[in-house]
């Protein structure tokens, strides 16, 4: 057992087992404890990281923090020479903390209070993006030497489970206007940032916002700005079970965007970054729940004109079983608020038991926290266990202390050969 950090022991194994193998040994060592846990495969992040390298040379990764940001990952990340997305005076200090140069964080974060504009200042924390006036007047108050990079929010029709364009980015047809007053404010724009949205479920939409970021980093250059820098942002897949949606995958991401980098950003001297969280984190995490109480509805009523119920039932086909387990939405399952079904509950029991059409609610008092419903699982029961692949990403960072429910336990694993890529003995 070895530490990453001051307090997080991390298990160097030489050989992994399966993770339904980790999840059942860390429960049999709980005894009576039901506690939800996590276990965090450092190893598999490690191997992203060298996938990455593989498939966008090109691309510096600024691993996004706001993601996942507990101190094993983090740490990693920092000493596998990665730099870092940063949203808030926190992430900044939590980063820097870990000896990583300020050079290698960008403030992304296109509202920026001016006091976490002024630590970024006195830290040396230059590179921020910006998406409107009123954060180029900030800016221009406390930290008008910054390295300014202007976040565009793409114009197309292409499919992402998250679009992000109402909220951030500045329509890139009016670039112009916007860089005009940073012109007249006399500030430094070094370059062009865009987000396709999370969960890209189409490489079209990398295509577009590369062209459309092309045509404003023109726009700069011609009114003399130095354009150097062009950010791809995040919205990379990292899950290992395979999305139905689409055909989509990390690889052929990189290979459509490097395609258009090349075409249109042929140039040595532009630096091109990018902000991944999910694709590092999400395949590394998994979380298992315990069912605390198992419900079964078998009839379904119905209400007459009046709003009283009908003597007779209607039976449903089948029986639905409802399982509550001990965390939810308002833990680890944030997400499934997005994107329902987005997690896939697996089990200890035998693969030819009969399936039944069940649903999975959190522990709390409220209606909303659901996890998934309409599934298809064996019979379980109050006090079986259940887990959760592709947990790493936007998952321990949302979690709450909603009804004071407890926090997933978190455990940290690594194979050793993995592990000794990053740090030799």
Known sequence: MLNVGKHTPVEILEKLPPISNQIQEKIDNFGDDEHPFSVGNLGDIITKHSNWQKCFPRVEPFYAVKCNDVDPVIRILADMGLSFDCASKIEIQKILELGVEPSRIIYANTNKQLSFIKYAADKGVSMMTFDCEDELIKIKKVYPDAKLVLRISPQSNYKVKLDLRKKFGYHPLKASELLEMAMKLKLNVIGVSFHVGHGCLETGAFVAAIEQSRKVFDIGATMGFDM??????????????????????????????????????????????????????????????????????????????????????????????????????????????????????????????????????????????????????????????????????????????????????????????????????
């Open 228 to 425: 150097h820098l062009l950010d791809i942002g995040g919205g990379f897949p990292g899950e290992q079970i395979q999305n139905v949606e689409t055909n989509i995958t990390f690889e052929r991401i990189a290979e459509v965007a490097n395609k258009s980098l090349d075409d249109l950003f042929p140039e040595k001297d532009v630096r091109i970054i990018a902000e991944p969280g999910q694709y590092y984190v999400s395949s590394a995490f998994t979380v298992a729940v315990n069912i605390i109480t198992k419900k079964t509805f078998t009839d379904k009523y119905t209400l007459s004109p009046d709003g009283d119920f009908l003597d007779k039932p209607t039976v449903q086909n089948e029986p639905t079983r409802m399982y509550y387990v001990n965390d939810g939405i308002y833990g680890c399952f944030l997400s499934c608020l997005i994107d329902p079904g987005c997690f896939v509950p697996s089990h200890f029991k035998d693969s030819d038991e009969e399936l039944h059409n069940s649903t999975i609610w959190g522990p709390t008092c409220d209606s909303l926290d659901l996890v998934i419903e309409n599934v298809k699982l064996p019979e379980l029961t109050t006090g079986d266990w259940i887990f959760f692949k592709d947990m790493g990403a936007y998952s321990f960072t949302t979690a709450s202390s909603f009804n004071s429910m407890p926090k997933v336990k978190k455990y940290f694993i690594c194979e050793k050969s993995l592990w000794e890529q990053v740090y030799q003995r």
